[in-house]
Each structure stands twice: as structure tokens, then as C-alpha cells.
């Protein structure tokens, strides 16, 4: 078997993928470009293997519209989509052109099968999607009607058995419910279980963030498990937020913080503080933070999506460790595509290492598929080389990941199992 095909055929857990920033780029180009003329346009899908005459015409359409109205400039939006080496700013740029295009029930719909069959098709046996309930007057559209279109979505996927909900109560169970383990052995299996982190993006309102945390509650039978905060993290202050965090956390969801993307010491020890149940990125902590990060044992998301380091947040990072940094690394902004691959490698070593040799909570994440042109099975295979680990040691890495997930006792026990039997047949 090709190393590759390994990482892929391995069960994985996925905690931290932003639905979408996990938007599959040959969907936006066939939302962004409307002159591609029918010969460019099927070259296209055979290049990107996909069946695109289903949508074709009703992406066609959006698009030729949001063109008229002036939302969009093509030729400036296909530059920023093929474009690999994004900066922060960029990178959130790119999220409002998404958000342009996706936000509609039926695209959102759309987008929520894709990403979950893609992680299905790379054996993600659980997968926590989160999410940020849009309202777009413009469409009809509330948070409320966005997280249908969602939790449509997941109904919708049909080629892989998927469990979304997370009581009776809830909706059905698709597929045949008690097989996973069977299906499991030798690796391929057919069933994935997915819950839902709802979003507060740090562009909005006290109010807003409320009436998120509100929705999520209503929605806890249909498999919302937590809450997230995200966002650029240069934009706003999370202490906005805490009475909407400090609400959910009252009524029984876990909350889970962006913490440290950007070097902003207050906060991240602020946030700190608040003991999330789990905290994304922390790429920017300087000693004492880093220092509070470990005794509090908050299981991070670190080096977090490896192929998603933003230059800046690399720069300072590395930087702090005291490392030089040459215009060809800083230029090689997006560890997935590594140029310098074994100093870049050496480097992650250090930091990883230092969690992972002191037992810190690690779990790899994709973050944004799309966005950054990755998938969990890539990031495991950097984290392998990076790390300097086996596949034995790998492997308990994404079992250690689902203590840290926010499912429900009965599913972690399930997928616990699951890896132990495969583990066995590894030994
Ligand atoms: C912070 C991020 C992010 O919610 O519209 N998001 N927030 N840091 C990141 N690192 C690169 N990646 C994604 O998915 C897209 C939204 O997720 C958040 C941003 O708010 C982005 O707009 P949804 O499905």
C-alpha cells in the first residue's frame, strides 16, 4: 500500500472544520466563473473528476447574477481562489467571496453533503462541522433557516451511511445503525458520525451571538454539541462575547475558542482563563501563555491544520522560538506546499514535540479544506514526517481525539472501540 493511501485508509477524527472553509474549489469555480463556455466548462470537470451538469445551470445562473449586480469582479475572484500562498487578510477576504456565493439554503445544502461525503471518503469516522448561522435578508434567509439548510445537507448524504443526530428524539439515524465495527475491519468503513459546533463570528453583535447560542440550544437534539468562536482575529474583541460563551456554557454546551491566532497576549490569557473545553490554533503564545496552556491541560488544536498557517502567524511563532527566519521561508507562507520541506519540517518538530513529549491534549485538524487545499489524511502524513512518528503512534493520536470530541458518551465509546479493534489488527 502507497503511504498515502495509508493515512487515507486510516480511521480519523476531524474536531475543527469550518463548513465553509471546507468548500471544495471546483464547486466555487463553477459558482465564480459564468463565461467559461460549455467545452472550457466540461474540461474542467473532467479535470477535477466531478459531475457538473447537475448544477451547472443553477450555478450558472447565481453567478451571472451576482456578476450584474456588481458583487463580483471574476477576474479579481478567480485570482484570489487559485491563489495557494494567502496572508490572514487574504485568507479572510477569500471567506466574505464564499460567504457571497454560499449563502443561499440551497447551496448551503449543497455544500454540507459535499464536505461530509469528502471526509467520509478519506475514512473521518466523526467529524464535529461547525459553522456560523448566516442571516441574508436578501434570500429569505435566518440563522434558523441556514442551520436547516445544514442539518438538510447531512440528510441528503446518500453514499455513505451518516449518524447526525444525537437522540431518538432527533432525526433519523441514516444507514444501518451497529455495523460500524464490522464495516470497519481492514479499514473501509461506511458509516460517519458528524455533530455540530454553531459559530459566533467576531464581526457580530452581542445580540447576534445570543441568538446563536439560543438556536444551538434548540437544536442540541439534532446534534449541535457546542458552541465556537471564530472569525478573523483581528477584527473585534472577544470579551464582547462572554456573556453569550458564559450562557451556553450554563446550558450544558461545550464551548471551544480561536485562541492565539493572532500575538494578542491579553486575550489569549483572558481566554485562557475561561477554560474552554478546547481552544484552536494557539500559534502565538508567548512563554507565560504558553506555560498557562499546559498546566491547564485544554486540549488544543496545535500545530494546528498544518497546511494553514497563515506568513504572519508563522513568522511570529517562529520567531519566538528564537529561529531565523530567511525570505524563502517566510515567502513559503503555506506549510502544505513546502518548498524548504525539511527545515519547515524540523521546525514544526520543535513546537509539536514539545506538546506531544509532555503529554500536552494534541488533535490535528484540517480547519479549511478548501481554503488552504488540503484534507485530514495530508495533515497526517505532515504530522507523521514532522512529528517523527509511526503509524502505530498515529493511529493513537486520532484515537486520543475523540476523549476530546463533544459527542455523546454512547458514540465515543463506540468509536473508542473501533480503534481498539483496529489497533489490534495493527499490532
Ligand atoms: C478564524 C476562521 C478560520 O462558519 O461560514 N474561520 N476563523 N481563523 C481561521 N483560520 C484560518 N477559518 C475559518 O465557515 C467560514 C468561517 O469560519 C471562520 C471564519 O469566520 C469564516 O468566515 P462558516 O461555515
Redesign the pocket.
Same mark, same amino acid.
Given at each position: 500500500m502507497e503511504m498515502m493511501d495509508w493515512w487515507v485508509s486510516m480511521p480519523k477524527v476531524e474536531l475543527h472544520a469550518?463548513? +465553509?472553509?471546507s468548500v471544495r474549489n471546483s464547486t466555487l469555480l463553477i459558482i465564480l466563473i459564468p463565461s467559461f463556455d460549455f467545452l472550457h466548462f466540461h474540461l474542467l470537470a473532467f479535470e477535477l473528476r466531478e459531475d457538473l451538469t447537475k448544477f451547472e445551470l443553477y450555478y450558472r445562473e447565481l453567478a451571472k447574477e451576482l456578476g450584474e449586480k456588481g458583487i463580483i469582479v471574476f477576474s479579481e475572484v478567480e485570482h484570489v481562489i487559485l491563489k495557494n500562498d494567502r496572508s490572514?487578510t487574504e485568507?479572510?477576504k477569500l471567506?466574505?467571496l464564499?460567504?457571497i456565493l454560499t449563502t443561499d439554503h440551497a447551496t448551503v445544502t449543497r455544500i454540507t453533503k459535499e464536505v461530509v461525503e469528502d471526509f467520509a471518503a478519506e475514512n473521518v469516522v466523526y467529524l464535529e462541522l461547525?459553522?456560523?448561522p448566516?442571516r441574508n435578508d436578501s434570500r429569505g434567509m435566518s440563522k434558523r433557516s441556514y442551520m436547516e439548510a445544514v442539518i438538510e445537507g447531512l440528510r441528503k448524504v446518500d453514499v455513505f451511511d451518516i449518524d447526525f443526530a444525537s437522540t431518538k428524539n432527533g432525526l433519523e439515524e441514516k444507514g444501518k445503525s451497529g455495523q460500524m465495527i464490522d464495516d470497519c475491519v481492514g479499514f473501509s468503513r461506511t458509516k460517519i458520525y458528524v455533530r455540530l459546533l454553531l459559530?459566533i463570528?467576531?464581526r457580530e453583535t452581542l445580540a447576534a451571538a445570543m441568538e446563536t447560542v439560543k438556536l444551538a440550544l434548540e437544536m442540541k437534539d439534532l446534534g449541535v454539541v457546542g458552541i465556537d468562536l471564530?472569525? +478573523?482575529?483581528k477584527v473585534g474583541e472577544w470579551i464582547t462575547f462572554l456573556p453569550a460563551l458564559r450562557f451556553a456554557r450554563e446550558q450544558g454546551l461545550r464551548v471551544t475558542l480561536?485562541c492565539g491566532?493572532v500575538p494578542n497576549q491579553e486575550e489569549i490569557h483572558a481566554m485562557l482563563d475561561f477554560l474552554p473545553e478546547r481552544i484552536?490554533?494557539a500559534c502565538c503564545l508567548e512563554e507565560d501563555a504558553w506555560r498557562k496552556l499546559k498546566n491547564s491541560k485544554i486540549p488544543a488544536q496545535v500545530p494546528h +491544520?498544518l497546511s494553514?498557517w497563515?506568513g504572519e502567524s508563522f513568522v511570529v511563532w517562529a520567531s519566538g522560538l528564537g529561529l531565523h527566519i530567511t525570505p524563502e521561508i517566510d515567502s513559503c507562507n503555506n506549510l502544505g506546499l513546502m518548498g524548504n520541506a525539511g527545515l519547515l519540517l524540523s521546525i514544526i518538530f520543535n513546537f509539536a514535540a514539545d506538546l506531544y513529549n509532555t503529554n500536552h491534549p494534541l488533535i490535528l485538524c484540517t480547519?479549511?479544506t478548501g481554503?488552504f487545499s488540503t484534507s485530514l489524511s495530508k495533515e497526517y502524513a505532515i504530522a507523521a514526517t514532522a512529528f517523527g512518528l509511526g503509524k502505530k503512534e498515529m493511529f493513537q493520536l486520532a484515537r486520543t481525539a475523540v476523549e476530546y470530541s463533544f459527542v455523546e458518551e454512547q458514540v465515543a465509546s463506540k468509536l473508542k472501540d473501533l480503534f481498539d479493534l483496529l489497533d489490534k489488527s495493527l499490532a
Open positions: 469550518h463548513l +465553509n472553509g490572514l485568507v479572510f471567506f466574505d464564499i460567504h461547525r459553522t456560523t448566516k459559530s463570528d467576531r471564530s472569525g +478573523n482575529p480561536h491566532e484552536g490554533h +491544520n494553514s497563515s480547519d479549511d481554503v
